[in-house]
């Protein structure tokens, strides 16, 4: 079964750093499209970065300078530095990757950032 686990969320002080990973395993086939999404308390889910096979990056205003999304097509891992934090980036964030027509999700981990 496909499996993405997360890791490096926590808490840190508003202009600190985290460095989030997720790794896919169980995938035989190339992974397309690789991303990080959040979710913030009563607030809907949202894009934060992508980023494709051929590491073409993409990321919504708000994180435009203090986060980079990276991976390693070798370790099947998709990283998302995160610099600069402020208190409106607390939120869940989830991991995904494409393969073909199928989106597979991470189990999400906490990033809360303290003002």
């Known amino acids: 079964q496909v499996q993405l686990v997360e890791s490096g969320g926590g808490l840190v002080q508003a202009g600190g750093s985290l460095r989030l990973s997720c790794a896919a395993s169980r995938i035989t086939s190339s992974i397309g499209l690789m991303g990080w999404y959040r979710q913030a308390p009563g607030k809907q889910r949202e894009l934060v970065a992508t980023i494709t096979r051929l590491r073409i990056t993409n990321y919504i205003d708000s994180v435009k300078g203090r986060f980079t999304i990276s991976r390693d097509n070798d370790k099947n891992t998709v990283y998302l530095q995160m610099n600069s934090l402020k208190p409106e980036d607390t939120a869940v964030y989830y991991c995904?990757?494409?393969?073909?027509?199928?989106?597979?999700w991470g189990q999400g981990t906490q990033v809360t950032v303290s003002s």
């Open positions: 995904l990757s494409k393969v073909v027509l199928t989106n597979y």
